[in-house]
């Protein structure tokens, strides 16, 4: 007979004596970690942030600053050209006016002075009126020249002016993108922290209660293996009781009817035998620590070494389920090869809480 068809398949989950609450704990925290409401609204919360990052910066003003820049880089030298200077225009216009007005006046002059007869004298005089005038305009010419000069540096300064302004412009809206981003990121970090804090809490509770209802399970299979042991005991104390008055009672009708007994003889030994074979059964089922046990215990692996091994063959750890898995397997090969009998298996069953 084989462990598994009696002891070990004879536990239903692995436990006795488990109370329903326990067990029905016990399970909901064996099957994993769960996040609570909490943990889950601080998750939604980080989402939402996420799913708000701002996006990469683009500049309204590219366009314009470029087009100033290309002004100012490209802009040609200053050069002076009477021809399309509008304002000499209106001086030249004005000049010649006035210089024809006193070229005529001054032949009038000239010629009233001969009686009103025209002469070289009139005519000299007249022309040189009218170069006076034009002396005058050309004597404006640098006066032009600086106004233009002047025009010509203030449309430069004016180029630079609005391009100042509207990097400023530029300047600012990259400012305040970058407090966007920065505000982004704070709340990041502190819709991160919060989340991650609320689940180390909430899977620190769940380890903590998956371990007490481990602890108490086990309290309560190690308790029930303990009355069993008690019962089995009584009962095994019992029954020597009971073998006890039969002796007396057949060393008394021995005593009292020879021949009687001689004829039962048969039967009464056999009842005896019987009753010895049920007692050293009881015995051996008896949950026993032992060398064996010892044994046992000293030659398996610990929780800890059996988590560290890696999958190899069909003997190795990493090929169960479990390490009960693996403790039960292996107490069926000691009790098979006969290291084990009942008592001692008992024994290790309650010890690994199998």
């Keep these: 007979m084989s462990i598994s068809s009696s002891l070990i398949e004879k536990k239903k989950n692995g436990l006795e004596g488990i109370t ?4 029905q704990k016990l399970a909901q925290y064996e099957s994993g970690y769960k ?7 601080a998750y939604d919360s980080l989402q939402k942030i996420q799913q708000n990052k701002p996006g990469e910066y683009s500049s309204k003003y590219t366009d314009q600053l470029d087009s100033l820049y290309n002004q100012i880089i490209n802009r040609p030298d200053f050069k002076y050209d009477l021809a399309s200077d509008a304002l000499y225009q209106q001086y030249k216009d004005q000049y010649q006016k006035q210089g024809k007005l006193a070229m005529m006046d001054t032949m009038g002059q000239a010629s009233a002075l ?7 004298y009139a005519s000299t005089a007249g022309n040189q009126a009218f170069q006076g005038y034009l002396s005058q305009l050309n004597n404006k010419v640098p006066e032009l020249y600086q106004l233009a000069y002047q025009k010509y540096m203030d449309q430069g300064t004016d180029l630079k002016d609005k391009y100042s302004v509207t990097k400023d412009a530029d300047t600012t809206d990259y400012s305040k993108y970058r407090d966007k981003v920065s505000d982004y990121n704070n709340d990041l970090n502190f819709a991160s922290g919060v989340y991650n804090n609320e689940r180390s809490l909430d899977y620190n509770d769940f380890s903590n209660m998956l371990s007490y209802y ?23 104390a019992d029954r020597e009781y ?16 020879s021949e009687a007994n001689a004829a039962n003889k ?18 051996e089922s008896k949950p026993t620590s032992s060398a064996n ?28 389920q479990s390490y009960k898995e693996y403790v039960k397997s292996t107490l069926n090969k000691w009790y098979d090869s006969k290291q084990l009998n009942e008592g001692e298996v008992s024994y290790l069953l309650g010890q690994y809480g199998i």
Excluded at 35 to 41: E, I, L, M, R, Y
Excluded at 269 to 278: M, R, T, V, Y
């Design 266 to 283: 048969a039967s009464y030994e056999a009842q005896i035998k019987a009753l010895q074979a049920q007692i050293a059964a009881d015995n």
């Design 35 to 41: 996040q609570s409401d909490k943990v889950n609204q």
């Design 20 to 23: 329903d609450e326990t067990r």
């Design 214 to 236: 481990q602890n108490k399970a086990g309290q309560e299979n190690t308790d029930w293996w303990k009355q069993a042991d008690f019962d089995q005991s009584k009962a095994q």
């Design 242 to 257: 009971a073998l006890q008055q039969a002796q007396l009672a057949e060393t008394t009708r021995s005593n009292r009817a």
């Design 114 to 120: 001969t009686g009103g007869y025209g002469s070289s």
């Design 293 to 320: 046990t010892k044994a046992f215990q000293a030659n398996i692996m610990t929780p800890q070494e059996f988590s560290v091994r890696t999958t190899g063959s069909q003997n190795a750890p990493g090929a169960y």
